[in-house]
Nanobody
Framework: QVQLVESGGGLVQPGGSVRLSCEAS????????IGWFREAPGKEREGVSCISSSDGSTYYLHTVMGRFIMSRDTAKNTVYLQMNSLKPEDTGVYYCAAGENYGSGLINRVDYWGQGTQVTVSA
């Protein structure tokens, strides 16, 4: 049974940082790609980052490139999203997801979702 459990998030000031965690179980890193999505109020859910199951490469949405860093601790079965230089437009519910990226890029087919965690960037 696949489970994705997020933690972290909260209220942060513009320019600040926050780290999200996602503890994954029920699959191995070479079976499914794992990544983060976000959903802002009134907007569609969008992919933010991904670690590919094919070779461990990391991919990012262009608007977060250079500010967000996704990493994995294999021993803890946990992935992280370090979010730096946060902007108000980064506000949203962030979801951990597992699925298929077909070898490159962000996840294109999501098979499993976490419950989501709120990130609010505001002064």
């Amino acid at each position: 049974q696949v489970q994705l459990v997020e933690s972290g998030g909260g209220l942060v000031q513009p320019g600040g940082s926050v780290r999200l965690s996602c503890e994954a179980s029920g699959f191995t890193s070479d079976q499914l790609s794992i990544g983060w999505f976000r959903e802002a109020p009134g907007k569609e859910r969008e992919g933010v980052s991904c670690i590919s199951s094919s070779d461990g490469s990391t991919y990012y949405l262009h608007t977060v490139m250079g500010r967000f860093i996704m990493s994995r601790d294999t021993a803890k079965n946990t992935v992280y999203l370090q979010m730096n230089s946060l902007k108000p437009e980064d506000t949203g519910v962030y979801y951990c997801a597992a699925g298929e990226n077909y070898g490159s890029g962000l996840i294109n087919r999501v098979d499993y979702w976490g419950q989501g965690t709120q990130v609010t960037v505001s002064a």
